[in-house]
T-cell receptor
Framework: SQQGEEDPQALSIQEGENATMNCSYK?????LQWYRQNSGRGLVHLIL?????REKHSGRLRVTLDTSKKSSSLLITASRAADTASYFC??????????????FGKGTLLTVNP | DVKVTQSSRYLVKRTGEKVFLECVQD?????MFWYRQDPGLGLRLIYF???????EKGDIPEGYSVSREKKERFSLILESASTNQTSMYLC????????????FGPGTRLTVL
């Protein structure tokens, strides 16, 4: 079943601009994660934010989490052509045990034009 | 450099064939996962395993089985391949304790004719 839903489905910007992608989910979570996927490749983990955190930074990435609205945003600052990829949010609903099963959204396709 | 490897990048099989997709990780991770990825549907979990010889069904297990005889290896089996199993298959692993990101393999693009 789909948990995270990214918005927008596609985003096209110029190099140097900031890119913001949003993710909404439906049930309570332990943490929310963002991944990047270059065309035809596997996913790469970018950042994890726990349910008791509101904001997290990693390099040019900034993630926010609003558990009251069940939403998260990923901001990429000063974008580069190499940031062109699909971005997915994934939620860990923490049903118990140590399985750390994730539910992924359908992704946002980001295109950064040089 | 930590790695998750998958046995093939591209695979073409015929309807009715038995297909084995292999995944190996070198990080001593307890948890391993098989997903399929289709346009417009995102990633969907097929099966996962949290220990050797342990397995649990994901969201779409029908038509698939798995095997985990060793900690580092997790195999996905298509008992009788069908055209609707044409997809990108992604394997991932993560450690058993403490929340952390999943490490993904490069994917296997399977075409069933």
């Amino acid at each position: 079943s789909q948990q995270g839903e990214e918005d927008p489905q596609a985003l096209s910007i110029q190099e140097g601009e900031n890119a913001t992608m949003n993710c909404s989910y439906k049930t309570s979570i332990n943490n929310l994660q963002w991944y990047r996927q270059n065309s035809g490749r596997g996913l790469v983990h970018l950042i994890l934010i726990r349910s008791n955190e509101r904001e997290k930074h990693s390099g040019r990435l900034r993630v926010t989490l609003d558990t009251s609205k069940k939403s998260s945003s990923l901001l990429i600052t000063a974008s580069r052509a190499a940031d062109t990829a699909s971005y997915f949010c994934a939620t860990d609903e923490g049903s118990g045990g140590s399985n750390y099963k994730l539910t992924f959204g359908k992704g946002t396709l980001l295109t950064v034009n040089p | 450099d930590v790695k998750v490897t998958q046995s093939s990048r591209y695979l073409v099989k015929r309807t009715g064939e038995k297909v084995f997709l292999e995944c190996v990780q070198d990080m001593d991770h307890e948890n391993m996962f098989w997903y399929r990825q289709d346009p417009g549907l995102g990633l969907r979990l097929i099966y996962f395993s949290y220990d050797v010889k342990m397995k649990e069904k994901g969201d779409i297990p029908e038509g698939y089985s798995v095997s985990r005889e060793k900690k580092e290896r997790f195999s996905l089996i298509l008992e009788s391949a069908s055209t609707n199993q044409t997809s990108m298959y992604l394997c991932a692993s993560t450690r058993g304790k403490g929340a952390s990101g999943q490490f993904f393999g490069p994917g296997t693009r399977l075409t069933v004719l």
